[in-house]
């Protein structure tokens, strides 16, 4: 089992009655160092597979990497106070004795403490959310984003991503977009807090507010048969993006702008 599967288990409520202070330790010290299921009173045990394996799968080492992470950041953020970096990440203080972090997250309410996140009330499933919110607190914030749009390509050390990018976000929203009318998608960027910014020879553009100080401009060009052009999407961001993400972060939050349309548009 991966610490991913094992997690799912648990009732992510980080009660600490098993001796780890957060669900996703106990979930990684179990897949990792064979750590006993039973030290968690509430683990759905059945089905689970708890014996001694011979290898390691691949994806079994990344959710380990992933899970290790979000422990690392969660110890980088605990020393931070979250009453001076609220107002520069666009988040509202709350909780007892105002150490929780409120904040939107494409259009979901993200509750995050220096014990974990919560996104509409639970802990999410994918680590790679967390490590996204994580790391967009860990940067402290910053000034309002200029909205001086620019593409992946003009930051630093990006060659290499771009394609990432045009793969899991930009080729899958234009294959989404292509069969629907202007106005059905035009609905789902509203739904998402996209407020409508047009562009010359484009059929539609949307500024979506990703994160508080996250926004990303979304360019939609529709296919023109006739002419020999497919449906094209265009992702820019805001020129002080990486005050606030790393580029990792940055298109895993592109990515998951095209989920949510996906789930939207379904």
Excluded at 140 to 162: A, F, H, R, Y
Excluded at 170 to 198: D, K, S, V, W, Y
Excluded at 206 to 228: A, F, H, M, R, T
Excluded at 229 to 241: C, N
């Amino acid at each position: 089992m991966t610490p991913f599967e094992i997690v799912r288990r648990t009732p992510k409520t980080n009660c600490g009655q098993c001796g780890y202070p957060t669900c996703l330790a106990f979930s990684a010290a179990v897949a990792k160092s064979g750590e006993n299921v039973g030290k968690c009173p509430y683990l759905d045990t059945n089905g689970l597979d708890s014996g001694q394996k011979k290898g390691v799968a691949l994806e079994e080492l990344s959710g380990q990497r992933d899970l290790a992470l979000i422990e690392h950041l969660k110890d980088k953020i605990s020393a931070l106070d979250f009453t001076r970096i609220a107002a520069p990440l666009g988040a509202s203080l709350c909780g007892e004795g105002n150490q929780t972090l409120s904040f939107p997250f494409l259009a979901r309410e993200v509750l995050l403490s220096r014990q974990g996140i919560l996104v509409d009330g639970r802990t999410p499933d994918d680590p790679r959310d967390q490590i996204l919110l994580y790391n967009y607190i860990h940067s402290q914030g910053g000034p309002d984003p200029t909205l001086d749009w620019i593409g992946l390509e003009t930051l630093p050390n990006s060659i290499s991503k771009v394609r990432t990018l045009a793969t899991y976000c930009e080729n899958r929203l234009a294959e989404l977009f292509a069969p629907l009318p202007a106005a059905t998608i035009m609905a789902a960027c509203r739904a998402l807090g996209g407020i409508q910014h047009p562009t010359p020879s484009a059929t539609l553009g949307c500024i979506i507010p990703v994160l508080p100080k996250i926004p990303q401009y979304l360019v939609y060009w529709g296919s023109e048969p006739d002419e020999g052009f497919p449906a094209k999407v265009k992702m820019l961001f805001d020129r002080q993006v990486l005050n606030f993400l790393d580029l990792e972060s940055l298109i895993f939050s592109a990515e998951r702008l095209a989920d949510r349309f996906a789930l939207e548009l379904a």
